[in-house]
């Protein structure tokens, strides 16, 4: 199948697939950043099941930027390193909820668009790789809104 763009497909090129890729590895790098940020902000004997919480979604995220990473290098390209900044506030919790929502909502997108434009290059295995990632960031999104939602229990959200 090669690089042949397939009928009524969106085009694409597959220089500025591996442009996208890295868009959205830099965005897998700040989620790592968040969650690792955020999990040693957490202060409290009571809050440690949360702290822990976040540190096992930074290592489910880098799981995800590896993933990144191995597709765009499949492609010939180069992953590249180029993390957003972090914010930081004093209330950690309100703070956490909304750069996770802000950013699955963003990453949600992308990949919906992504797996469009792998099909329409023809990587199949690829667009399913990138559906595997999406199934996961939609249902923490859900978790996420529930825990907004409901003003609080961050830990049931992360868990």
Do not use: F, W
């Amino acid at each position: 199948m090669g690089n042949k763009q397939q009928p009524g497909a969106p085009e694409i090129s597959l220089s500025k697939l591996i442009d996208l890729l890295n868009e959205d590895l830099s965005r897998q790098y700040l989620t790592i950043m968040i969650y690792a940020t955020y999990s040693q902000m957490i202060n409290g004997a009571a809050q440690r099941d949360i702290a822990r919480a976040l540190e096992r979604k930074a290592r489910e995220e880098l799981h995800h930027a590896l993933m990144m990473a191995e597709q765009i290098h499949s492609l010939g390209g180069t992953p590249e390193i180029k993390p957003h900044l972090v914010a930081t506030s004093d209330n950690t919790q309100e703070m956490l909820l909304r750069l996770m929502l802000e950013n699955g909502n963003v990453t949600i997108c992308n990949y919906r668009e992504r797996v469009r434009q792998c099909e329409a290059l023809g990587k199949y295995a690829m667009a399913e790789q990138i559906c595997e990632i999406l199934l996961h960031e939609q249902q923490h999104q859900i978790d996420v809104a529930t825990a907004l939602a409901n003003q609080g229990s961050i830990s049931r959200s992360l868990q």
